[in-house]
């Protein structure tokens, strides 16, 4: 079955920092990929997607590429914020899984930034 | 303003007291979904629902029910809690079937079970 896997926290980084958070995905069909990001005591937004290969995602400074050649989705920033702080899920959705969309997740990466 | 609304958001309950969890979206979408949160295992769908009067399970359905008589409602039924659905959970819509849609979320209900 489809599975996502990404890079276990929490990470500490200080303001101004560059981010990296990795994202593996395996999937049969040609899933479209998604950053969600879960802001303390509220439920999960849309970040970033890309949905076919090497196509780029970017929101608010986050931007992601979609490498089918290394199943990856890997999540970067130049310069984190402090407001940047959050859970962020790697997720994928897949046509093919079951006949209807579902989002399968990564378990999360907790992200703190210090000022 | 468009939204998921889930109620109530927090929640105490004792082992085997039925309970419903409401979620209701104002946006027409057609799918929508339940998720639950659990430390280490991101969220696991429990049940979806492709349109009106269709419902199918997703990957943990186990102790849990849905129902989809209106498009804008998709309650979560909890028929004998168990200690082990202590979790957070979150509704979430889309448009339509189609793995390229966001998926909006609720602000969840965090159900505690003892």
């Known amino acids: 079955g489809n599975s996502v896997t990404q890079m276990e926290g929490p990470v500490t980084l200080s303001e101004e920092a560059f981010l990296t958070i990795n994202c593996t995905y395996t999937?049969?069909?040609?899933?479209?990929l998604f950053w969600y990001v879960q802001y303390p005591g509220e439920g999960l937004q849309l970040l970033l997607k890309?949905?076919?290969?090497?196509d780029k995602g970017s929101n608010k400074g986050f931007e992601a590429t979609y490498r089918k050649e290394t199943t990856s989705f890997h999540l970067e920033k130049g310069s984190v914020q402090v407001s940047d702080s959050a859970v962020y899920f790697c997720?994928?959705?897949?046509?093919?899984?079951?006949?209807?969309?579902?989002?399968?997740f990564g378990q999360g990466t907790r992200l703190t930034i210090n000022p | 303003e468009a939204q998921v609304t889930q109620n109530p958001r927090y929640l105490i309950t004792v082992t085997g007291k039925k309970l419903t969890v409401t979620c209701s979206q104002n946006?027409?979408?057609?799918?929508m979904s339940w998720y639950r949160q659990d430390p280490g295992l991101g969220l696991r769908q429990i049940y979806y629902?492709?349109?009106?009067?269709?419902?199918d399970k997703g990957d943990v359905p186990e102790g849990y029910k849905v129902s989809r008589k209106e498009k804008r409602n998709f309650p979560l039924i909890l028929e004998s809690p168990s200690p082990n659905q202590t979790s957070l959970y979150f509704c979430?819509?889309?448009?339509?079937?189609?793995?390229?849609?966001?998926?909006?979320f609720g602000p969840g209900t965090r159900l505690t079970v003892l």
């Open positions: 946006m027409n979408h057609e799918y």
């Open positions: 629902s492709m349109n009106v009067e269709v419902t």
């Open positions: 979430a819509s889309s448009l339509s079937r189609g793995s390229y849609n966001e998926q909006f």
């Open positions: 890309a949905t076919k290969a090497d």
């Open positions: 997720a994928l959705s897949d046509d093919l899984d079951q006949g209807a969309q579902k989002l399968v």
């Open positions: 999937a049969t069909g040609y899933p479209s």
